[in-house]
């Protein structure tokens, strides 16, 4: 089995698993130290944490894919949520082989055809069953494919195997060939109590003491990243042998976070609007961005409403110019937002406050992402409906779709037939049954 080196730890385990270059049960050398991420790689499906349905739906289409009309699924989720990790976890336990490839790797039909195209008709070692994943997919959709695409949807309709596909979003118009033929499994976002209970047991199977307190702390930090909750985590651990507050010091935050909390400090701290507008000089994120992290720590440092009310207003009237550039591209309106984001805000209030206070992450973009994610789902099947009706996406949007849920939650027997000639997928057969 070749693992992967993109695929991740949302598990726990006792053995120390192979890396690509290390055979698996051999000593690592005294130079070498093994990263947590690779040491806790999973052998069972049981070990992944917060996905089960997903794992389940995955575990039974490649177990019944020779009986399945459709010979390809796409998973999908964003990063850190295992989707990578769960494939090898499963192959394991049918004792399949995997063979992995990183669409970035191929991007033209020719070399598709070369590299999955023989895959796909070669015997797999020792007669054992295949596994054929392409990781992130959506790396075909650029414009250098030459056919990238539509090649990867034909060896779907001859591929003996299963083809397992990942990516962020499916949603995307250059994955819809690909995605008629296919299944589709969301793989959903980590929340931080399930990142605190892979970092406990981690830390439990290292046994170096800890607090649970600074263990949250670091969940919450990684935003829904498994891999990178462990990366810090055994940071951590090298620099003081113990997780507690004081030591998640040395850790920090990574480059991006630490430059926005700069950002903020420097904004919420001071009423000079000189200091406050060098803020966004030199920052490393973008504007909206910025803009999203403001709005999530202003009701945190503002605490009279007076000053809040007049923060919010300079950051609604930034987000008036944030909307003109964007439908103008008229770019000299952004001198106005950065000083409305940094001067306007600074200047809102009476006086700095002199309490500390904990900036966090913005939990916006997850919330953007899933909002979006169902959206698109609903626009999916949208776009069948119209195909088959001789109508537009929007006018099926508007009008056929409510009723076609009303008819899905009502009677799902008789609507099997309809989702089969719609060419509808599971997951958006449940969307409208919900």
Not at 38 to 55: S, T
Not at 156 to 175: E, F, G, H, K, N
Not at 364 to 369: C, E, G, P, T
Request: glycine share 6%; hydrophobic share 40%.
């Amino acid at each position: 089995m070749i693992w992967s080196s993109s695929a991740l730890p949302v598990f726990l385990n006792n053995h120390i698993p192979s890396t690509n270059n290390h055979k698996r049960g051999e000593s690592l050398p005294r130079c070498m130290s093994l990263p947590w991420i690779r040491k806790y790689e999973p052998e069972k499906a049981k070990d992944i944490f917060g996905q089960d349905v997903p794992l389940a739906r995955l575990r039974a289409f490649i177990e019944h894919v020779q009986a399945s009309k459709r010979k390809g699924v796409i998973i999908h989720g964003p990063n850190g949520c295992g989707k990578t990790v769960s494939v090898y976890a499963i192959a394991h336990e049918l004792d399949l082989e995997v063979l992995e490839v990183n669409a970035s790797d191929f991007r033209n039909k020719d070399k598709i055809n070369a590299v999955l195209g023989n895959a796909l008709h070669q015997r797999s070692l020792f007669g054992r069953g295949k596994v054929i994943l392409v990781d992130e997919v959506d790396g075909l959709s650029g414009q250098k494919d030459r056919g990238g695409m539509a090649a990867l949807a034909a060896l779907l309709d001859r591929s003996p195997y299963p083809l397992v596909m990942t990516c962020a979003d499916p949603y995307i118009r250059q994955l819809k060939g690909v995605k008629k033929k296919s299944e589709l499994i969301t793989f959903q976002p980590l929340d931080y109590l399930t990142l605190f209970s892979l970092l406990k047991k981690i830390a439990d199977k290292e046994g170096f003491s800890y607090e649970e307190t600074a263990l949250k702390s670091l969940a919450r930090m990684a935003g829904g990243d498994a891999r990178a909750a462990i990366n810090d985590l055994q940071t951590v651990h090298a620099f003081q042998k113990k997780v507690d507050r004081k030591s998640l010091e040395v850790l920090g935050e990574r480059d991006s976070h630490e430059s926005i909390k700069d950002v903020l400090i420097r904004i919420f701290k001071t009423t000079d609007a000189d200091i406050a507008r060098a803020a966004l000089w030199n920052v490393k994120e973008n504007i909206d961005e910025v803009m999203l992290w403001i709005d999530e720590n202003l009701p945190k440092e503002y605490r009279k409403p007076d000053d809040l009310s007049r923060a919010y207003d300079r950051l609604s009237r930034a987000d008036v110019f944030r909307g003109r550039i964007r439908r103008w591209q008229h770019w000299g309106y952004l001198v106005y937002m950065n000083a409305l984001l940094s001067a306007g805000i600074a200047t809102a209030k009476d006086a700095r406050y002199p309490s500390f206070t904990s900036f966090t992450q913005t939990r916006r973009l997850l919330k953007l992402w899933m909002a979006n994610q169902k959206y698109l789902k609903k626009k999916s099947i949208a776009a069948k409906i119209g195909q088959h009706t001789h109508s537009s996406t929007t006018y099926a949007l508007q009008h056929a779709v409510p009723y076609f849920r009303q008819m899905f939650r009502h009677d799902k027997e008789g609507t099997a037939l309809m989702a089969q000639e719609l060419d509808l997928v599971q997951e958006e057969i449940d969307w409208l049954q919900k």
